[in-house]
């Protein structure tokens, strides 16, 4: 079945540091693939998404482009600040055309001044 | 509301128990996912409804859980003779119209059974 593999944290930075975030996944057809954050105390929000192969989904400085060829995903930012610590998910949405998600096992970040 | 909201944010319950928990999706919103997130993993689909039907209930675990959604808006998520296993964060999201529009999660309840 469809599956999505993170990561496994946590993550620590220091501020301004490089970050990338791994995730891979397997599904058959073509999903549309997401990353969702959860600050603490905060409900999950979505990120950025791409929806076919080669697109880049990118917002607040955060970057991942869909590769069909490797089935990755992989999150990117060129210089994280302290406001970016927080707990992230890389999704898809599965096979059936109900619009329901497939979570990885999220990967914390921690980021200190 | 301006967003998905969950309640109670947190409920303890004894083993053997039934519970309930209520989901207010955003107005207007036809899709309503349910989903359950144990620590330390990320969220597994439990049910999703279009309207007042549940298209997808695959992911419930047994037949002690169970989720109506009557008027095509609130819905409720129901565990009966609930189990220590049972313990976990329960996320409500709704979208506007399920496959292709965007996914807005509640904060959920975090359901802790003793």
């Known amino acids: 079945g469809d599956s999505v593999t993170q990561m496994e944290g946590p993550v620590t930075l220091s501020e301004e540091a490089f970050l990338t975030i791994n995730c891979t996944y397997t599904?058959?057809?073509?999903?549309?693939l997401f990353w969702y954050v959860q600050y603490p105390g905060e409900g999950l929000q979505l990120l950025l998404k791409a929806t076919k192969a080669d697109d880049k989904g990118s917002n607040k400085g955060f970057e991942a482009t869909y590769r069909k060829e490797t089935t990755s995903f992989h999150l990117e930012k060129g210089s994280v600040q302290v406001s970016d610590s927080a707990v992230y998910f890389c999704a898809l949405t599965g096979s059936s055309n109900t619009g329901k998600l497939i979570f990885g096992q999220g990967t914390t970040l921690q980021v200190k001044p | 509301g301006a967003g998905v909201s969950q309640t109670p944010s947190n409920k303890v319950t004894e083993k053997g128990k039934y519970v309930e928990l209520r989901c207010d999706p955003i107005?207007?919103?036809?899709?309503l996912y349910w989903y359950r997130q144990s620590l330390g993993q990320g969220p597994e689909f439990l049910i999703y409804f279009q309207g007042t039907g549940a298209a997808d209930d695959s992911g419930l675990p047994n037949d002690r859980f169970f989720a109506v959604r009557p008027e095509g808006s609130v819905s409720t998520l129901k565990i009966q003779r609930t189990e220590r296993g049972d313990s976990a964060v329960y996320l409500c999201?709704?979208?506007?119209?399920?496959?292709?529009?965007?996914?807005?999660f509640g904060q959920g309840t975090r359901l802790t059974v003793v």
């Open positions: 599904a058959t057809g073509y999903p549309s």
């Open positions: 107005s207007g919103h036809t899709a």
């Open positions: 999201a709704s979208s506007l119209e399920g496959l292709g529009t965007e996914a807005f």
